[in-house]
Structures are given as structure tokens and as C-alpha cells.
């Protein structure tokens, strides 16, 4: 697998996506040629999924979407499928590549209004696709709502009608997939929610498009797959050791709320940082004493605490925030780190105290940046979910809808890494790169797993990676840690499954 060459996982814009089809076309390959063959992968999506399906109705809409679903609906017809075909308008009124698609069909185009999906085994969805802009309204609307409401499955060309193909929100009505066809590369709206769920399954076919038409778009959006941080990732050699793999330190907080620095120290080990060491206050050593074995401990009351144990470099990577309070302390906490050019993750409580005040952080993190290494990137990683985000950056909450969009905007902002958590979570950097995960379980979803995504974030940056790669990586092993586990998880349960992740990450070096 070829690491650097991450443009197989690149997501396309809609207009990223016109702009691949047009050089393709400029380049001699007829628009009418690239539908046909997406109508091919439309069609033997059917014929492998869905063999049984005696009767199929087509929703053809006014575009090119509705052109794929013409020639579809012919290849279907010639496989001796018994289909019928409904149009949003009057195949008299198509343009261009679909009028060609829909002119070389020989049967009847129903009116959409008499559509029952009641009557067919399947359904093919060809009212819009990922270029859609507008809600969704009167026909197409009432459509789309009589075919939720049925049991009938449905195959989506594109992307389910209703949903952008940029940011993976329903516009209007959106049809709900069983299974859906994409050409060439997927879009953020298939990776986004609510578009990743209205997918269901998402298939890539492969029209002819070369992928040498990536080296004009340079896209910034990826799939946070493998492929697209394993260059950059730091593994352990033979002749290394444990210093060669960094010395992370999370904060503890008060001896009630211990737990979540563990649970972050804990994850930082076994995510692959050499060392790992929990500074605690005072009053919460003998709790933290308690619990740790490989995990070191070390007492920080204050600043000045603080300031005398990062005179020791190797300390190179910090987590704040889990547990640790909200208030002054965590605000000069942050700054002491930053200003000694080391690198932060700042989560929960840590978000929380810079609410009111985010610029002096940004402030902090411009001046770090001036220090550090242009190939490790920024210093800081934030790692908020809606919640915490909205109390940092109120202002791109209101102004950005889509949370590709918001996290990008707050990227460039604070001049650092951020993981907008969730489903569908974004990792965005201040250059305008960004990623959407899909690995992950429901069970995700309880105390104390963002303390462990924290820590995993520190156990990359510990080990030299750059923050956007370490980021994403850790992201990444997070989700795919809960899906190895399953169902029951709780986040004591992450850390015991990193070895198997490793595991799965060294078979693809």
C-alpha cells in the first residue's frame, strides 16, 4: 500500500466532482460515455444485491442523476428485470447527456405523482444527486415521503435525493438508502450526518475517470483512513527504545476526579508514547497512587510546580482538561506548556476554561508556533464536542452550518488541530486540510472515551508525528478499538483493545 498517495480516500466537493468530469471530457471521453457506465455500476449493484427483485421502479429527476437512472433503467430492462420508469419532468425536457440516455429508452415515463412504491420490490433513487442546493419541495417532496414510509429497499444514484453532497445535511426531504452508488470518489455528504446514515451502504464505481485529475483539483478533504497518515506515523524500531518514542504527561485533577487522567495516561501508554506520566495535585496523589503501576506520578500543585518540571525536555507532550476543573488554573496551566514549546491537547474542562476568553489561548499558540518546528505543525490539538465547541468558538457556530465547514473555520481561527467529536467526527488543520471518520460504534457514546481519544492524540504527538496526522491517527484507533470490542463497551475497555488495532496497522506496513 502506497501511503504517501492519499487521493484514492480523497472526498470531492460537488463542484470538485463537475471539475473531474469536465477535464475527463475535455480530455476526449463523452459525458454520455461516463453515464453509461455509471448506469453499468447502478446495475450490477442491483443484480449483486438485490438478484430477487422482480419489479423496479426508476425516480428520474431534470439533471444528470435522472440521465444515469434512464440508461440504468434500460440495462435493467435488457437483463430481462420488469421496471418501470417515473420522471420528476418529461424526458421532452431533459438536456444535454441525459436527453441522449433518456431518448435511447423505448418505454413509457410515468408521471411521478402516480408513483406507489408499494408496488415494486426495489426502488432506484435518480431524482438529485450530490449537486443538490435547494430544498426539496412539492413533487419530488411527496415522493420522497411516500417512499420512506414504505418497506420497499432502495438504491440511491449518487447520493440518497435530498442530501448535499457538501455537507451531508437534508435539504428538505431526503430519501432514506438501503444501498448507495457513488462514481469516482465519495463526497463529504457521505460521510457527514445525517447523509452517512440516509446512505446506508456506499459503493464506489469506477467510470473512467482518471485519478491524474486529482493533480489539478488538489483536494483537502480525505477519509480518515490509513492511508492517509501512515507515512507520517511513528512506529517502534528494533534498535529503539523507550525514550525514542517521547514522554507524554496528562494533569490530573482533585482527589474526586482522578479517574478521567487515568483513563487519558492509560491510553497514551498503550497508544505507543514511551513514557507516561500523570502530574497530580497534592491532595490527589494517594488516589492516583492507588491505580497506577507503569503509569509514573508526579506532583503539581501550581505554575511554579509546573515551570520546574518542564525544564526537564523530555516531557514533550501534555494533556489538560479531563477532570481537571474549570477556572484560572487550567488557563495558566495551558499557557506555562505552550510557552515552553511543548505540545498540548486540550480537552474538556481545559475547552471549557478558555470559553470566555478564547484569544488568549490563540495568542499563546501563535507564539509557540514561532518556535516550533514547521513539520510537527501546531502545537495545539483541540478536541471539543458540539457542546464545548460552541463555548469556544460561539461566533462560527452561528456563522458555519455544516460541521466540516465549522471545524475548518476554527482550525484556521486558533491556529491549531481540531477534532470536532462525534458520529461523524472532523479533524481539521489550520492549512485547510480535513478528514471525516466513519470507524466507530454507538457505544461509543459514554463517560470517559473522549478522556481515552485524548490520550491516544498525546501518545502520537509524544512520538514526533505531526499534529494533523497524530490527530487523525488517533481518531482512527479510537473508533476502530470500539468496533473491535462491540457491544457493552465502556471507555475502561478501549485501551485493552489498542494491541489488536497495532496489530492491524503493522500487517499494512
Known amino acids: 500500500m502506497v501511503f504517501q498517495d492519499a487521493r484514492r480516500i480523497a472526498l470531492l466537493t460537488p463542484d470538485e466532482m463537475a471539475e473531474a468530469d469536465r477535464r475527463t471530457i475535455a480530455a476526449g471521453t463523452p459525458g454520455i460515455a461516463l453515464m453509461e457506465r455509471a448506469a453499468e455500476s447502478v446495475a450490477a449493484a442491483v443484480h449483486s444485491h438485490y438478484p430477487r427483485a422482480e419489479r423496479i421502479a426508476l425516480l428520474a429527476g431534470p439533471g444528470n442523476n435522472g440521465g444515469d437512472a434512464y440508461a440504468a433503467v434500460r440495462l435493467l430492462s435488457e437483463a430481462g428485470r420488469r421496471v418501470e420508469m417515473f420522471g420528476l419532468v418529461p ?15 423505448d418505454g413509457t415515463t410515468h408521471p411521478l405523482e402516480s408513483f406507489d412504491p408499494a408496488a415494486f420490490d426495489l426502488v432506484i433513487d435518480g431524482l438529485f444527486g450530490a449537486g443538490l442546493s435547494r430544498a426539496v419541495e412539492g413533487g419530488a417532496a411527496e415522493a420522497i415521503r411516500k417512499l420512506n414510509a414504505a418497506s420497499t429497499p432502495i438504491v440511491a444514484i449518487d447520493l440518497p435525493s435530498g442530501v448535499s453532497g457538501a455537507t451531508g ?11 448507495t452508488v457513488t462514481f469516482f470518489r465519495r463526497k463529504p455528504g457521505h460521510l457527514l450526518e445525517p447523509g452517512r446514515s440516509l446512505c446506508g451502504r456506499t459503493l464506489v464505481a469506477d467510470i473512467g475517470i482518471p485519478a491524474t485529475v486529482l493533480d489539478a483539483i488538489s483536494p483537502t478533504i480525505f477519509a480518515n483512513e490509513p492511508a492517509l497518515w501512515m507515512d507520517a506515523l511513528k512506529r517502534p524500531s528494533d534498535a529503539g527504545h523507550k525514550y525514542d518514542r517521547g514522554h507524554a504527561v496528562v494533569f490530573s485533577g482533585g482527589a474526586t476526579r482522578t479517574g478521567a487522567a487515568r483513563l487519558g495516561a492509560t491510553a497514551a501508554l498503550r497508544g505507543g508514547a514511551g513514557l507516561v506520566t500523570v502530574f497530580s495535585p497534592g491532595s490527589a496523589l494517594m488516589a492516583n497512587a492507588a491505580h497506577l503501576t507503569a503509569i509514573m506520578l508526579k506532583r503539581c500543585d501550581d505554575e511554579a510546580a509546573l515551570c520546574e518540571h518542564l525544564e526537564d525536555a523530555r516531557f514533550n507532550a501534555f494533556v489538560l482538561g479531563p477532570g481537571f476543573g474549570v477556572g484560572e488554573r487550567a488557563r495558566c496551566f495551558a499557557g506555562a506548556v505552550l510557552a515552553a514549546g511543548r505540545r498540548l491537547v486540550l480537552d474538556a474542562d481545559g475547552i471549557t476554561s478558555f470559553a470566555g476568553d478564547p484569544e488568549s489561548l490563540f495568542a499563546a499558540v501563535r507564539v509557540a508556533g514561532k518556535g516550533s518546528s514547521t513539520h510537527e505543525g501546531p502545537a495545539l490539538v483541540l478536541t471539543p464536542h458540539d457542546g464545548e465547541f460552541k463555548r469556544m468558538f460561539p461566533d462560527i457556530m452561528d456563522r458555519h452550518g455544516s460541521k466540516l465547514e465549522r471545524a475548518r473555520a476554527a ?13 461523524d467526527t472532523v479533524i481539521a488543520a489550520p492549512d485547510g486540510r480535513s478528514a471525516i471518520n466513519a470507524t466507530g460504534t454507538p457505544w461509543l457514546a459514554t463517560a470517559g472515551t473522549g478522556d481515552v481519544l485524548a490520550g ?5 504527538l509524544a512520538q514526533g508525528t505531526p499534529g494533523f496526522e497524530a490527530a487523525c491517527a488517533a481518531v482512527w484507533m479510537h473508533g476502530r478499538a470500539a468496533e473491535l470490542f462491540g457491544s457493552g463497551l465502556i471507555s475502561e475497555d478501549l485501551p485493552a483493545m489498542l494491541p489488536k488495532v497495532h496489530r492491524e496497522l503493522d500487517a499494512l506496513v
Open 91 to 105: 424526458p421532452t425536457n431533459l438536456r444535454g447527456d441525459a436527453a441522449i440516455a433518456a431518448t435511447a429508452f
Open 169 to 179: 445535511e437534508r435539504l428538505g426531504e431526503a430519501v432514506s438508502a438501503d444501498l
Open 411 to 423: 482550525a484556521e481561527s486558533a491556529n491549531a488541530i481540531v477534532v470536532l467529536k462525534g458520529r
Open 456 to 460: 491516544l492524540v498525546a501518545a502520537q
